[in-house]
């Protein structure tokens, strides 16, 4: 029993450990505030001024969200699947596909993919567009940001897209302070060093 608490200790040190890294280099060189931008800017092939964005009005094409559910029981994909992951494409209001836009219609390019945790389950997902008057969020590059399957996912239903210059946004996340980053890396640190003396304490006695 003891041995697996050391164990845990250490393992728990360690997923503290990479967790503040992860969080830490994503927040790396961003703005404490979200920097306001026009998506509209994004799409003509400007760069973004930050990597903590808010995009004003926008529409949200929640019909063409690539998701990825959790399967139970054996059953089939249904309405009340639960959802692990979503990404749903944003457009501004003057992109061309807005101008004539169904759930039919193609589209053939965009610049901001977003990622949520507001779709708890398949049927929570809109099957139709719908208008956002703004979002913010840190971004990262979809080449950087998005498992192999979601990448082939994307390249699969939009050929000759550009993954380095599609830019993930992950709705409502903000930038981990230095001081938090340094304190969680310490208190890791802790973990993974009392663990291994008490292991070590026991093995002695």
Do not use: C
């Not at 800017?41 to 930050?50: H, I, N």
């Not at 060093?193 to 070590?200: E, L, N, P």
């Amino acid at each position: 029993m003891l041995f697996r608490l050391q164990i845990l200790l250490i393992i728990g040190g360690i997923a503290l450990g990479i967790y503040s890294f992860q969080e830490m280099r994503a927040g790396m060189g961003a703005s404490s505030d979200p920097v306001a931008v026009e998506l509209a800017d994004l799409e003509a092939g400007s760069s973004a001024p930050d990597k903590h964005l808010q995009v004003g009005d926008h529409i949200a094409l929640y019909h063409g969200t690539f998701y990825q559910w959790e399967q139970q029981n054996n059953e089939p994909e249904n309405g009340g699947s639960r959802v692990t992951k979503a990404y749903y494409p944003i457009i501004s209001p003057t992109h061309p596909y807005a101008e004539g836009m169904d759930a039919d219609a193609d589209l053939e390019s965009f610049a901001v993919l977003v990622k949520t945790n507001r779709f708890s389950t398949i049927g929570e997902i809109p099957d139709m567009p719908g208008p956002v008057q703004s979002i913010s969020g840190l971004t990262r590059p979809a080449s950087v940001a998005l498992e192999s399957d979601f990448q082939d996912l994307l390249r699969s239903d939009y050929p000759g897209i550009n993954l380095d210059q599609i830019l993930v946004l992950e709705d409502g996340r903000q930038p981990t302070s230095v001081a938090l980053g340094i304190i969680m890396m310490l208190a890791s640190a802790a973990l993974i060093a009392a663990g291994g003396a008490w292991m070590f304490a026991s093995a002695r006695s």
